[in-house]
T-cell receptor, first 113, second 109 residues
C-alpha cells in the first residue's frame, strides 16, 4: 500500500532534549512538507523540500531542523531552541508543481514535560 | 509573504442547515486551491481547484474558485452531525503548500 508513515504517534520528552520525528513516503513524491498544528488551529509550515538534498524554511522554522538525504524520507528534529514544542506535527507529500493533492501521515503528538 | 485566510474561524449550525466557508489567498505563482476535512488526525482530501468558475461537487459538498478575486468557497448543504470537523483550505504555489487557520464547523442535532 502506498502512503505516508509518521512515527511515533505519541512522543514524550523532557525539556531541553532534542527529538526527531520520522516521515517516510512510498508514493514517489518529489515534495515533502512538515506542519505544526496547535489545538483548534490550522497548519503552519515549518520546512518543505521540493527535491532530494534541498529544503527551505517555512513560516515557523526557528528551533527546528530537517534533512532530505533520500526521496522517501524527511525527518524533522525539534531542538531545545524551540520555545514551545508541544504540538501535533503533520508530514505531507505531493508531486510538487505538478498540481496534485497532498497526502498526509497520521501525525505525531509531541508533549514536552 | 504567502498567505491563506479562512472565515469564519468557527461556525455552529443546526442539522439540515446550509453553510458556506470562505478562503482567500495570496500565493506566489499560484497553481491550485485545495480543501481538506480534518476530524481527528490526518486531514482528508475533498477538492482541488485549478480553474475559475468551474464548480466541483461531491454529494452535498461543492466548491468553486475565483482566480481574479483570489477566493474560494466551500458549500455544504443539508448538513449532518458527521460534517462536524475542521475544514482546511490550502494554496499550492510553485514551491510551497500554504494552509489557512481552518474553520471549525459544529453541527448540532
Amino acid at each position: 500500500d502506498g502512503g505516508i508513515t509518521q512515527s511515533p504517534k505519541y512522543l514524550f520528552r523532557k525539556e531541553g532534549q532534542n527529538v526527531t520525528l520520522s516521515c517516510e513516503q512510498n508514493l514517489n513524491h518529489d515534495a515533502m512538507y512538515w506542519y505544526r498544528q496547535d489545538p483548534g488551529q490550522g497548519l503552519r509550515l515549518i520546512y518543505y523540500s521540493q527535491i532530494v538534498n534541498d529544503f527551505q524554511k517555512g513560516d515557523i522554522a526557528e528551533g527546528y531542523s530537517v534533512s532530505r538525504e533520500k526521496k522517501e524520507s524527511f525527518p524533522l528534529t525539534v531542538t531545545s531552541a524551540q520555545k514551545n514544542p508541544t504540538a501535533f506535527y503533520l508530514c505531507a507529500s505531493n508531486k510538487g508543481v505538478r498540481n496534485t493533492e497532498a497526502f498526509f501521515g497520521q501525525g505525531t503528538r509531541l508533549t514536552v514535560v | 509573504e504567502d498567505k491563506v485566510v479562512q472565515s469564519p474561524l468557527s461556525l455552529v449550525v443546526h442539522e439540515g442547515d446550509t453553510v458556506t466557508l470562505n478562503c482567500s489567498y495570496e500565493v506566489t505563482n499560484f497553481r491550485s486551491l485545495l480543501w481538506y476535512k480534518q476530524e481527528k488526525k490526518a486531514p482528508t482530501f475533498l477538492f482541488m481547484l485549478t480553474s475559475s468558475g468551474i464548480e466541483k461537487k461531491s454529494g452535498r459538498l461543492s466548491s468553486i474558485l475565483d482566480k481574479k478575486e483570489l477566493f474560494s468557497i466551500l458549500n455544504i448543504t443539508a448538513t449532518q452531525t458527521g460534517d462536524s470537523a475542521i475544514y482546511l483550505c490550502a494554496a499550492q504555489g510553485a514551491q510551497k503548500l500554504v494552509f489557512g487557520q481552518g474553520t471549525r464547523l459544529t453541527i448540532n442535532p
